[in-house]
């Protein structure tokens, strides 16, 4: 193992990341200074990118953010493989922490709970997913030395944002407040993330790599954040598709009383498509409410009681 990395370790290792003091020190060539600066630019646009605009307004659709669970599954399965198969590399083992950062088994949680049983069945990669799985893959297997700058993209931006977006999303989707559906936002290994940021970024800074490689991890940091702007790309023209009904969690054809979600036909028909509801009840009540058949009904009534009338007289 390269002696600074030897180094690096030696410092951090005895301590867990709640002892660790922060000095706050920061070297321009640091890896952690150079992917903060070097991903500025990125950082912007995805903040800037409509989807994630429209989430943090909490303009989020159910369907959606099902479907953003989704793309995030596939993502950090992938991640989560590669970071297996990378955790004796000493490019990555200092950067190893899967107790307190893997995500994957929090997904399934959301997944079960979104989809219900037999989840894995109705769930697929979509496209721009796909892309950066297999980028995320090729990494893995082919430049392990660059694994790190996904694992940063994702996961520091995960202790970032989680608790604000954990809140909005559970506030837009009426979530329960006992965390269900959110899972992917708590790390329950993890007290303090500020804390664990900075020790995050000690142990980038103390990877033994050259000029070149620091370089190309900040380029492929770009790449990782790209690939997360297509899926939010992706997901904002599925938003655009998704009818007005299931947009609005079916809520057009309601009567205003009581949650339609709750009607089981809705629920059937929506966990295994993007349709609209096929409930009876609710049909008859969107029925019900356009005038031509008020009209229809109204003749029917009064043609029955004139009806009615005769055969009693
Ligand atoms: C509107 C959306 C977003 C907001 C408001 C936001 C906000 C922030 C803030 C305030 C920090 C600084 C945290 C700190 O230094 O302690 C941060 C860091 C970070 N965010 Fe975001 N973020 C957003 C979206 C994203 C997205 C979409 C990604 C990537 C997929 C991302 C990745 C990161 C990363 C990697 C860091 C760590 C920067 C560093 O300290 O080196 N963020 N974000």
């Given amino acids: ?52 605009k429209d989430f943090l307004k909490g303009k989020i659709k ?7 669970t989704v793309a995030l599954f ?45 989840w894995q069945g109705k769930i697929q990669c979509s496209e721009a997913a796909q892309r950066y799985v297999d980028r995320i893959h090729h990494i893995g297997q082919h430049e392990p030395e660059l694994l790190v ?31 269900e559906g959110v899972q992917f936002y708590v790390f329950e290994n993890i007290s303090n993330p500020q804390q664990f940021k900075q020790f995050y970024r000690a142990r980038l800074n103390a990877l033994d790599l050259d000029k070149g490689t620091k370089e190309r991890i900040v380029e492929e ?39 339609l979600r709750k009607c089981p036909y809705y629920a059937a028909k929506l966990a295994g498509s993007s349709e609209g509801t096929g409930c009876p009840y609710h049909l008859a009540l969107a029925l019900l409410k356009q005038p031509p058949v008020q009209l229809a009904l109204a003749a029917c009534l009064a043609v029955a009681a004139g009806v009615a009338a005769w055969y009693v007289m």
């Fill in 149 to 179: 700058a996904h694992a940063y993209t994702r996961y520091m931006g995960d202790l970032s944002g989680g608790q604000v977006l954990k809140k909005v999303a559970q506030r837009a989707l009426k979530l329960p407040s006992t965390g």
């Fill in 62 to 68: 159910r369907e959606l953010f099902k479907l953003g």
């Fill in 1 to 52: 193992m390269p002696s600074e990395v030897t180094e690096g370790l030696e410092e951090t290792e005895s301590l867990s990341y709640e002892e660790l003091e922060e000095d706050g020190s920061v070297s321009p060539s640091d890896l952690s200074e150079l992917l903060k600066e070097g991903t500025k630019e990125s950082h912007d646009q995805a903040e800037n990118t409509q989807f994630v």
């Fill in 221 to 259: 940091a770009n790449k990782a954040f790209e690939f997360n702007m297509q899926v939010f790309d992706e997901l904002d023209k599925i938003g655009a598709l998704l009818t007005e009904e299931v947009q609005d969690g079916g809520l057009r054809l309601h009567d205003g009383q009581g949650d």
């Fill in 74 to 118: 596939f993502t950090y399965s992938a991640l989560e493989e590669e970071m297996e198969r990378n955790k004796d590399h000493p490019a990555f083992m200092p950067l190893y922490f899967p107790l307190e950062l893997h995500r994957k088994e929090a997904l399934e949680k959301d997944l079960e709970y979104f989809y219900g049983e037999g």
